[in-house]
């Protein structure tokens, strides 16, 4: 049996490095190396719209650990997500300069909002290591506090999901005001460059989407280490038996207070590599709906599946990006009648069924040898395509 | 000590809990002294001013019907339920009464509950070594640590008490439901607690398996104490030596399993509704 777990930890080590691979060495030469009017050529425009899916993986993983593994539910991940975009955000705003359609060295919006000076809180936000390591630190400052006071006061289940779903409708009303100085409505965006690179200019998002890809990987195994540490099959039994755990001596307050915060520094990752690679962050993106939407990923992807919740990620992102082109209207509908399917029908979501269809063929060959391809990889590279 | 009570009962068959009592017989030898404790769930007493006490390594049944309080004594005991009055002494002077669940797991005392709990997601062996006593169960250090040679050894002799060995590796939501009740048990005894406490461990279970438990509970008061909840009257008789009749939240009667049984009040309140057989 222990040969057994190995095995596929090994066989899930190949996939990773796998789709590793093809993620930062082939899709970038697609890129780069065909010609434009080659069926192999990856435009710039699908590379950037690649990468922009990849960061909501990072964003998906923090939630399959919050919510996959220790089965709380939260629907404020757009929250926390939004705060790392908006800290980015802030940086790229002050970095346009006197380039401003006012040309003045403050933003747009403040000009137009005849704001005299630059408020305080955006001052250290002219630092870019301030705003890289703040887009990460904010979200996960907030976690903790929010958290600290909900798992104290013991809220669970679909009281916790209430009040994180509360939480993202009070930041969307915060983001919305334009007294609060964050851009209204429209946000931040007209981003020009980014430590001195043109966001512009292709080589600069194709650094960016590279970075993206590692972020995603380095995310992906920080998480499996936490996964497969004790503290990870401590998160899997406050899901499975709450009391059970307390009685064994734990006190899951602060295990769940621990998985929210690192959530919420995965969340704000994703969005700092967001801002720069979309070139517009608005509360549209962190209310109630974004915040529901990425649940439906985690689902649709496999709950308690890392590679599951990186693939539904992807793979939602993608078929709305798709589909909106052609029924722009529809998109919503399509959205919820997917979840509903999956959890009806696919409780596993793509990654259980790909087990599934694996176990199949596996049991259908007479010598029970395994596929060639990797249930994992194959999935990923089905997402994709 | 426990002859000695023994010999109190005899003189007094039917025994009402009462301090001055439980004071004489000196609680500075019990492992877990209850001292005129009441729970009041708006307006019921599910305990009624209950003085009880277990001796160090005795093996103690608590029996009596539905809504006596014997779950609700469990409760109380390992902090799941706070008391409105009175004091719970564990070992000489460590006061219970406002202290959480797992600051009580760590004095010592665990718990096994009436539906089986274990993890389900997770295999048996995994159930086992989250269970182990351990010096600091906190998020950094279950997050960095490895196990020890000492622990694994440790769980592969419980796998074997526990009659589990070959499904180490099985997930734990697979087992029988007597396995999970073993199972339980064993993450329970790994806990090194020196206060047992076991919420109806053979609901369910075959003869054979009931006949097993009751094994294993009487080699493990060896070492511990153990409070146990039955109904099984068979079970009961086979691993009982003192037995405590509650009801409505009091103690009715205290002493041997035919003590108990030729007892007209506990008759009158206890086996004239549930017949047992003799």
New interface residues.
């Given amino acids: 049996?222990?040969d057994g777990?190995a095995d596929k930890n090994r066989s899930g080590g190949m996939a990773f490095w796998a789709v590793g691979a093809i993620l930062l060495v082939v899709m970038p030469l697609l890129n780069i190396l065909p010609p434009e009017d080659s069926w192999f050529h990856l435009s710039d425009f699908s590379l950037n719209r690649f990468g922009k899916f990849l960061a909501f993986g990072i964003l998906a993983l923090g939630l399959d650990l919050i919510w996959g593994y220790t089965g709380i539910l939260s629907l404020g991940q757009g929250v926390f997500f939004g705060l790392g975009a908006y800290c980015m955000g802030m940086h790229l705003m002050l970095t346009i300069g006197k380039e401003s359609v006012y040309g003045t060295e403050m933003p747009d919006f403040m000009v137009w909002n005849q704001v005299k000076e630059l408020p305080l809180f955006w001052k250290p936000f002219y630092s870019f290591p301030v705003a890289v390591i703040g887009s990460i630190l904010v979200p996960m400052a907030f976690a903790l506090v929010f958290g600290f006071f909900a798992f104290r006061s013991r809220i669970k289940g679909v009281y916790f999901a209430i009040i994180t779903q509360a939480l993202a409708l009070v930041a969307w009303l915060v983001f919305n005001r334009n007294d609060t100085n964050l851009g209204g409505t429209n946000g931040l965006t007209d981003f020009k460059q980014v430590i001195g690179y043109r966001l512009s200019e292709p080589s600069t998002q194709l650094v960016l989407y590279i970075i993206t890809v590692l972020c995603l990987g380095a995310s992906y195994l920080f998480c499996q280490w936490?996964i497969r540490?004790?503290?990870g099959?401590?998160l899997?039994?406050v899901?499975?038996?709450e009391?059970?755990?307390?009685?064994?001596?734990?006190?899951p307050a602060?295990?769940k207070l621990?998985v929210f915060v690192v959530a919420a520094a995965l969340a704000g990752l994703a969005g700092m590599l967001y801002a720069p690679q979309v070139g517009i962050i608005t509360p549209a993106q962190i209310g109630v709906l974004p915040s529901l939407e990425m649940v439906i990923w985690v689902a649709v992807g496999g709950r308690?599946s890392l590679a599951g919740a990186v693939l539904g990620a992807v793979s939602v992102n993608y078929g709305r990006s798709v589909l909106t082109n052609y029924f722009p209207e529809l998109w919503p509908f399509i959205l919820g009648g997917l979840f509903v399917l999956v959890v009806l029908l696919f409780p596993d979501g793509l990654i259980g069924m790909m087990r599934k269809a694996k176990s199949l063929l596996s049991r259908s060959k007479p010598d029970g040898g395994k596929p060639v391809v990797p249930a994992e990889k194959a999935a990923v590279l089905e997402g994709k395509r | 000590m426990g002859g000695n009570r023994l010999c109190l009962l005899r003189k007094l068959p039917c025994w009402r809990g009462s301090a001055e009592m439980a004071e004489q017989s000196s609680f500075q030898n019990s492992i877990i002294y209850l001292d005129g404790v009441t729970v009041d769930y708006d307006g019921f007493k599910a305990l009624n001013n209950l003085t009880f006490m277990v001796d160090y390594k005795e093996l103690r049944v608590v029996i009596g019907p539905n809504g006596a309080g014997k779950t609700t004594l469990l409760d109380v005991i390992c902090g799941k339920t706070k008391a409105a009055s009175g004091r719970v002494v564990f070992g000489r002077d460590v006061d219970l009464k406002g202290k959480h669940e797992d600051e009580i797991v760590a004095l010592g005392i665990g718990r096994k509950f009436q539906a089986p709990s274990v993890y389900g997601f997770l295999s048996v062996w995994e159930n086992l070594d989250l269970s182990l006593k351990r010096s600091s169960k906190g998020v950094f250090a279950t997050l960095f640590g490895k196990s020890t040679a000492d622990e694994r050894v440790r769980i592969e002799k419980n796998l074997e008490t526990i009659g589990l060995k070959d499904y180490a590796h099985t997930r734990a939501g697979s087992l029988s439901h007597g396995q999970k009740q073993w199972l339980e048990i064993g993450m329970v005894i790994l806990q090194d607690p020196s206060l047992l406490l076991v919420d109806e461990p053979v609901a369910g279970m075959t003869d054979e398996e009931t006949e097993q438990t009751g094994q294993l509970l009487q080699s493990l008061a060896e070492k511990q104490a153990i409070i146990v909840i039955e109904h099984d009257m068979e079970f009961v008789r086979q691993i009982a030596r003192v037995v405590t009749v509650l009801h409505e939240g009091t103690v009715i009667c205290e002493g041997s399993v035919e003590k108990v049984q030729a007892d007209d009040r506990v008759r009158e309140i206890y086996l004239g509704r549930q017949k047992v057989a003799h």
Avoid: E, L, Q
């Fill in positions: 049996m222990s777990t936490i540490s004790r503290a099959r401590v899997v039994a899901r499975d038996s009391k059970r755990v307390v009685f064994s001596g734990y006190t602060n295990y621990f308690a």
